[in-house]
């Protein structure tokens, strides 16, 4: 007959992927996005700073993709509190995306009382992309 209830009762989740996390965006100053990632995978991203990779001893924010194939995938809460620069280390950030000329003209007035190792990591990342991009 219609309508007869099943024995144990039967609850189906909205499940877009059963083996992994689904791509994510999460936001804060700026936005990370998170790719796909498998189940019980751990992944690590940069952090956005403009249009900058900040190589080596950059600040790396990490997700955890976790649950298990009964009852889905879940992210768990981000770790990217490294990634809340300060205000100056912010602005470096933000002049990447100025003309060249601009940009040397404002690292020049930002990198005159730099304070922290993470501005002049960022300051550092931006020159070098610069040399690169001239060359």
């Known amino acids: 007959s219609t309508g007869a209830?099943?024995?144990?009762p039967i609850t189906v989740n909205n499940v877009t992927r059963f083996d992994g996390c689904i791509s994510e965006v999460t936001s804060f100053s700026s936005s990370i996005y998170?790719?796909?990632?498998?189940?019980?995978?751990?992944?690590?991203l940069d952090c956005p700073c403009g249009d900058l990779s900040l190589g080596e001893g950059r600040p790396i924010a990490t997700r955890t993709c976790s649950g298990d194939f009964i009852s889905g995938a879940i992210w768990n809460t981000p770790n990217d509190s490294v990634c809340e620069?300060?205000?100056?280390?912010?602005?470096?950030?933000?002049?990447?995306?100025?003309?060249?000329?601009?940009?040397?003209?404002?690292?020049?007035?930002?990198?005159?009382?730099?304070?922290?190792s993470t501005e002049l990591l960022i300051a550092t990342a931006l020159l070098e992309n610069l040399i690169i991009d001239a060359i």
């Open 5 to 8: 209830l099943l024995t144990p």
């Open 34 to 44: 998170w790719p796909e990632t498998n189940l019980g995978s751990t992944i690590e």
């Open 85 to 116: 620069f300060e205000i100056q280390e912010q602005e470096i950030c933000d002049i990447t995306q100025l003309p060249v000329t601009s940009m040397l003209s404002a690292l020049d007035v930002l990198s005159t009382n730099v304070t922290s």
